[in-house]
């Protein structure tokens, strides 16, 4: 993340796809779904909000099947969700 702050988009998002590969083949669901979102971010921030908005769900997908709805980062990304969906 600290690569897409700096705005090196490249590497951001080589780092994030490298460390979800890692992630899946560990099968580590609460890492995989916080990658996800920094993914999502990484696209908000390049304007990319319907791969944004992708990234987001499958996320939202991963914490609501193994960890539910009252948890921080369910609260996270309906708030990047929200985000993208409400007009400026």
């Avoid at 987001?56 to 948890?71: A, P, R």
């Avoid at 369910?74 to 409400?86: A, D, G, P, S």
Wanted: aromatic share 12%; glycine share 6%.
């Amino acid at each position: 993340m600290e690569a897409g702050n700096n705005g090196d988009f490249d590497t951001a998002f080589l780092n994030i796809t490298e460390a979800l590969d890692h992630t899946r083949a560990l099968d580590k669901k609460c890492l995989e779904a916080k990658l996800l979102n920094n993914l999502g971010i990484l696209y908000t921030m390049q304007g990319a909000w319907d791969t944004a908005l992708l990234n987001y769900d499958e996320s939202l997908d991963i914490v609501v099947k193994y960890y539910g709805n009252t948890n921080f980062l369910y609260r996270t990304l309906q708030k990047n969700i929200q985000y993208l969906l409400i007009p400026m």
